[in-house]
């Protein structure tokens, strides 16, 4: 009973504090550039700042970091104690009263051991830029979520609170349709200058990301690890241009690895950052599907690429659809949904128009264009397009799909296997 | 009184004449033997007093000292049995000094006096003969394999008893006793139909093979100008069945090949007796456990490893990124130099290894890539899967072929592809060209061409050096496959009976390179 009782207490708090840090993100919104020098300087520039909290930051890292003390526990200690700083300066015998025998070993210990400043100067130094709840920084759109994080953790910038920012999600086994799909649209919301969150993982996220990197926008990556772990390990590079162009966030202490169990709760993240989430491609049941079920608990909207039905990878899609998902056929429409750019011109605004590039079929042979209309970005193999040009011998269709490489129309996926060049 | 015999031994792939000299003296009676043997040579005297005694000769008690010259080479195996015992008999004066002059003798001894069969004669004979030897007495089950070399007179002996009437004959009743063997006259005829053991080839045919126009089409390039193939496709679509029926394509063994190969099985100890020269192009599927030194050749004297025993043939490695890494990269230097060459104490051995390389994988290791719905593996695990094969074991795979899953009703269909006769016809023909452009040099195939030599062989035209120049750019091909592409369009033009290599010759070889580009990165 006790617990509870505690929860109604932060809550009513925290609520308060809501509305004092939700005035300062408008005037900070203003001078956004500002944001991103160091925080402590930007503080004194600002009389609506709880200064208390600045000095609080190297212990709420140090009580943020105790291994096996979870946020409940926390919250009990904070909602009583008041301050990080309080608890740390607490006498053992005090704590006695608190916690459980397992917790208090590994609370003293973890005092004994940690070096308050030197550890949060460390911090510092990775370029690892630490918010708690408190902080006036904190992301208010997270702060609205049923299950906001203690603190997070940034590598790079935040999001800017004064942009549009949207999640482009997806499986990590993507077809060639989905990896063009969210290429395209990432390079499109990059040019609308929307921000872009994602989980920087294989497939639909890490492509949809590059994408933004690539169009000079901005890409926030949420990890299920700590910010300082690149993972998954061949998105290295990526990790290090999102860094540049936007930021990596995670609400895990800095050094966690990844670990299954800690990739479903960072979804909430995802959609939490975000007004409204693009689902590329996605079975019925997968991981996206899960962040797709918090981005509806949040109260987000949520969107849809349609696909075949036959398309297992699109199956999620499909399903979002007929539940009444929005439904994205081109990025310019979507850009003119959140109401950013005037309603684009139909025929401008086929997304899949561009890729077809009628124009660019001139300059192919008659049997080159036959093969091209066979091509599509599911990769097929050199027997299917044998058995759709039964006339045309098997020597001459390896030179006819090597010639359309070479012209830019086709790619090879496996050995044998071309699709259409995105 | 003192004897001497000529035998020969081997030494890696080289045959060298040993002198089998025995001094019989009075003094303490004994048998002892000198000449760096290995114990199975040491083991000779025993084999060979029991073996005197049970054809009815006893030895006196005499000193007898068996040395075998030259003595600092370390003599391995038992074939060195017969002559030593030819050695004692004169001797000891059963036999007349003159009586194993001008000859070589060779074979192992049982207690019972019965002569046994011995590894690597043919090689032996080969080099005696050219040493200008002309009789050859050999074990009788190695009496074909001696012969095969036309200018032997060879004699098959099966017992002691035979050599000592042999020995003890005079020139005209030894013609009588034991005539001649001679090379079988009727072997022309027969070219093809012997199979290499564990080969039998002219039961299988391309024909058999439905479908998989691009993997046929890339064997008869690869065996056209000798390049290394690897063909990738998922589990059960006929890699295997592919890589079998190639040898089929390929130009039966010239004369002088067959004599190499079978001198190589010879050592091996895997010649039949029967007949006695390959003439079959050998085929080898090792299994993907195989170890290093069974690829490359092992042992203190080493043996041939099967790298050597594809010599001339085809050595199809299944499941390739199944071996392990080490087994693999052993292939580097055969694939390059057409050699193996093995360090031992004894010094380095070198064993020619010219063969066709066939490999053969999966795309990823469920076998489905890059179809989405069925292939389980994520990026990471397919791009271990490919990385198994170093990059510079890819880099000397010319030709890339994927093998297709058949869909039931083009099985059905059974519309009967090339067979292997008009394959080899066409291999054939490009080999032909080949052989007129490269007489007098020292390439005999396409894939030989040395860097020099490219711009001899292998010129562009303005168009194709442009068109090359866009490959380079947008397919992402390193400077060295360029130079493979050359070569291998070079090949293509060969059997398209092309004077130059023309832009779809090179389009095609590019097709075939798959092994480059971003699909293994």
């Avoid at chain 1, 850009?335 to 750019?341: A, S």
């Avoid at chain 2, 004692?88 to 069969?117: C, H, N, Q, T």
């Avoid at chain 2, 020995?167 to 027969?190: C, G, M, N, V, W």
Wanted: glycine share 8%; with cysteine.
């Amino acid at each position: 009973m006790n617990q509870y009782a505690n929860e109604s207490i932060i809550s009513s708090k925290t609520e308060s504090e809501v509305n004092v840090i939700e005035s300062n993100q408008v005037e900070k919104a203003k001078n956004n550039d500002q944001t991103q020098n160091d925080t402590d300087e930007y503080a004194a520039g600002n009389n609506l700042v709880n200064y208390a909290i600045y000095d609080e930051l190297p212990y709420l890292y140090w009580l943020y970091s105790i291994d096996g003390f979870g946020r409940k526990t926390i919250l009990v200690l904070e909602t009583l104690l008041g301050s990080a700083k309080t608890i740390y300066h607490l006498p053992e015998n005090d704590l006695k009263w608190l916690l459980n025998e397992r917790q208090l070993r590994d609370f003293t210990g973890s005092r004994k051991r940690w070096d308050i400043s030197g550890e949060y100067q460390k911090l510092k130094e990775k370029g690892i830029r630490f918010y708690p709840y408190a902080h006036p920084d904190y992301p208010a759109t997270l702060r609205k979520i049923p299950d906001p994080p203690a603190a997070i953790y940034v590598r790079g910038r935040l999001p800017d609170p004064a942009r549009r920012t949207v999640a482009v999600i997806g499986t990590r086994k993507c077809s060639g349709y989905g990896s063009t799909m969210a290429g395209q649209l990432g390079k499109a919301l990059a040019q609308a200058q929307i921000q872009v969150v994602s989980g920087m993982a294989r497939g639909i996220d890490g492509i949809g990301q590059r994408a933004v990197v690539e169009a000079g926008g901005r890409t926030f990556a949420v990890l299920g690890c700590g910010v300082d772990v690149s993972y998954p390990p061949e998105n290295r590079r990526l990790y290090d241009r999102i860094m540049e162009r936007g930021g990596i966030l995670s609400e895990y202490t800095p050094g966690t690895m990844p670990k299954a169990q800690l990739f479903p709760p960072r979804n909430r993240l995802i959609s939490g950052l975000s007004e409204a989430v693009i689902v590329v491609e996605a079975r019925e049941k997968s991981g996206t599907m899960i962040t797709v079920d918090m981005a509806l608990e949040q109260g987000k909207d949520v969107y849809a690429i349609p696909g075949r039905l036959v398309d297992g990878l699109s199956g999620g899609c499909n399903r979002l659809i007929k539940q009444g998902a929005g439904v994205i056929l081109s990025a310019e429409e979507f850009i003119w949904e959140l109401g950013i750019q005037p309603h684009p011109d139909p025929a401008a605004a086929d997304m899949a128009a561009e890729l077809r590039k009628p124009e660019n079929t001139e300059k192919l042979s008659p049997e080159e264009r036959k093969v091209d209309g066979f091509l599509d970005y599911n990769p097929q193999s050199l027997s299917y397009f044998a058995a759709c040009c039964p006339e045309i011998p098997l020597c001459r269709l390896t030179r006819i799909l090597i010639s359309l490489c070479l012209h830019d129309r086709a790619e090879q996926i496996g050995a044998g296997f071309y699709c259409r060049k995105s | 009184m003192f004897a001497t015999v000529t035998s020969g031994a081997i030494l890696g792939i080289q045959s060298y004449q040993v002198q089998v000299e025995v001094n019989a003296s009075g003094g303490l009676p004994c048998f002892s033997m000198v000449g760096y043997l290995a114990g199975e040579v040491r083991e000779a005297g025993e084999r060979v007093r029991v073996a005197l005694r049970n054809t009815g000769i006893s030895m006196p008690p005499l000193h007898i000292t068996v040395n075998l010259s030259p003595a600092h080479i370390r003599k391995e195996g038992t074939a060195f049995d017969l002559p030593i015992a030819v050695g004692v008999l004169i001797a000891m004066g059963e036999l007349p000094e003159k009586s194993a002059g001008d000859m070589l003798i060779i074979g192992e001894l049982g207690l019972d006096g019965a002569v046994k069969r011995v590894n690597g004669i043919l090689p032996i004979v080969l080099a005696a003969a050219k040493r200008g030897c002309r009789r050859f007495l050999v074990p009788a089950v190695n009496a074909r394999e001696a012969a095969a070399i036309p200018q032997a007179d060879v004699c098959g002996v099966s017992s002691l008893q035979e050599v000592l009437l042999y020995l003890t004959a005079d020139e005209t009743e030894r013609q009588h006793i034991f005539p001649y063997l001679k090379p079988d006259s009727s072997r022309s005829d027969k070219i093809n139909e012997v199979p290499v053991p564990g080969n039998r080839q002219e039961e299988i045919d391309f024909a058999e093979i439905i479908g998989q126009e691009s993997a046929k089409r890339a064997a008869i390039i690869a065996t056209a100008g000798f390049h290394h193939l690897l063909l990738i496709g998922p589990p059960g679509t006929g890699k295997t069945m592919i890589a079998k029926r190639i040898p089929t394509i390929l130009p039966p063994l010239t004369p002088e090949e067959s004599l190499e190969v079978s001198s190589i099985y010879s050592i091996a100890g895997q010649l039949p007796s029967v007949p006695a020269l390959l003439t079959g192009r050998p085929f080898l599927n090792p299994h993907y456990t195989v170890t290093e030194q069974a690829l490359a050749g092992g042992g203190k004297l080493p043996m041939p490893g099967l790298v050597s025993l594809a010599h001339r043939g085809v050595l199809f490695m299944d499941e390739l990124p199944e071996c392990r890494q080490s087994v693999i990269e052993i292939l580097r230097q055969p694939i390059e130099d057409k050699k193996v060459n093995i360090a031992r104490v004894q010094g380095s051995f070198t064993y020619p290894a010219d063969f066709l390389f066939i490999g053969a994988m999966n795309p990823c290791p469920c076998g489905y890539f890059p179809d989405q719905e069925k292939c389980g593996c994520s990026r990471r695990t397919i791009h271990r899967y490919l990385s198994r094969i170093s990059g510079p074991i890819l880099d000397r795979i010319d030709l890339c072929a994927e093998v297709m899953r058949m869909e039931a009703e083009c099985l059905q269909a059974g519309r009967p592809g090339l067979s292997s006769r008009e394959m080899r016809q066409r291999v054939e023909a490009a080999r032909q060209i080949q052989a007129d452009r490269f007489r007098g040099t020292a390439y005999s195939f396409n894939s030989d061409i040395r860097l020099k030599d490219m711009q001899q062989y292998c010129s562009l035209g303005k168009k194709e050096t442009a068109m090359m120049r866009k490959v380079l750019e947008k397919m992402d091909v390193s400077a060295r496959a360029y130079h493979r592409i050359l070569k291998v369009a070079r090949t293509i033009a060969d059997l398209e009976e092309s004077q130059d290599i023309k832009e779809e010759h090179l389009l095609e070889a590019v097709y075939y390179r798959m092994n480059d580009g971003k699909y293994w990165r």
